[in-house]
């Protein structure tokens, strides 16, 4: 017996939340390197909140990175691995030289938007496909990343 078979999945429903889950995977490491590039170059007044911040953001990004990798190696598939895989999966863009509080949070907030909507698309496949632990999983995601949307939009009030 197979490990699928133990924990309840089916082979042709475990490949299709994998390839979502890929692409989620390439997107938080695209939305990492965008945090680390806030994080090296804010300046200005909020300096010191919103450096602080964006380190507590990547930090939590590489879980997240590192969670969604083993699920997907959990449900018998491989992790996408590289420089190049991510760039090709993720629909976010790198953004390059931001320094400025407005536009860092606006980085933000747009790569919470985006990954909100790809968790969301993957919760309903997850719950259609009964797989409930990615289900929670992006539940988890999406709970906690709605609150941090607020947190950063009052800032910019």
């Given at each position: 017996?197979?490990?699928?078979?133990?924990?309840?999945?089916?082979?042709?429903?475990?490949?299709?939340?994998?390839?979502?889950?890929?692409?989620?995977?390439?997107?938080?490491?695209?939305?990492?390197?965008?945090?680390?590039?806030?994080?090296?170059?804010?300046?200005?007044?909020?300096?010191?909140?919103?450096?602080?911040?964006?380190?507590?953001?990547?930090?939590?990004?590489?879980?997240?990175?590192?969670?969604?990798?083993?699920?997907?190696?959990?449900?018998?598939?491989?992790?996408?691995?590289?420089?190049?895989?991510?760039?090709?999966?993720?629909?976010?863009?790198?953004?390059?030289?931001?320094?400025?509080?407005?536009?860092?949070?606006?980085?933000?907030?747009?790569?919470?938007?985006?990954?909100?909507?790809?968790?969301?698309?993957?919760?309903e496949l997850a719950d259609e496909l009964d797989d409930?632990?990615?289900?929670?999983?992006?539940?988890?995601?999406?709970?906690?990343?709605?609150?941090?949307?607020?947190?950063?939009?009052?800032?910019?009030?």
């Open positions: 017996m197979n490990h699928l078979e133990i924990i309840g999945h089916k082979e042709e429903n475990t490949k299709k939340i994998a390839l979502k889950l890929n692409e989620l995977l390439a997107d938080y490491h695209m939305f990492y390197m965008n945090l680390r590039g806030l994080h090296w170059n804010i300046k200005g007044p909020q300096f010191f909140a919103l450096h602080n911040k964006f380190e507590e953001l990547y930090d939590n990004a590489a879980e997240k990175i590192d969670e969604i990798a083993e699920r997907i190696l959990s449900i018998g598939e491989t992790p996408v691995h590289s420089l190049s895989e991510y760039t090709k999966k993720s629909g976010l863009k790198e953004e390059l030289n931001v320094s400025e509080a407005k536009a860092a949070i606006e980085v933000v907030l747009n790569g919470f938007k985006y990954l909100l909507a790809q968790q969301k698309e993957i919760l409930e632990a990615t289900n929670a999983m992006m539940g988890d995601y999406i709970s906690e990343q709605e609150k941090l949307v607020w947190m950063f939009h009052s800032t910019t009030r």
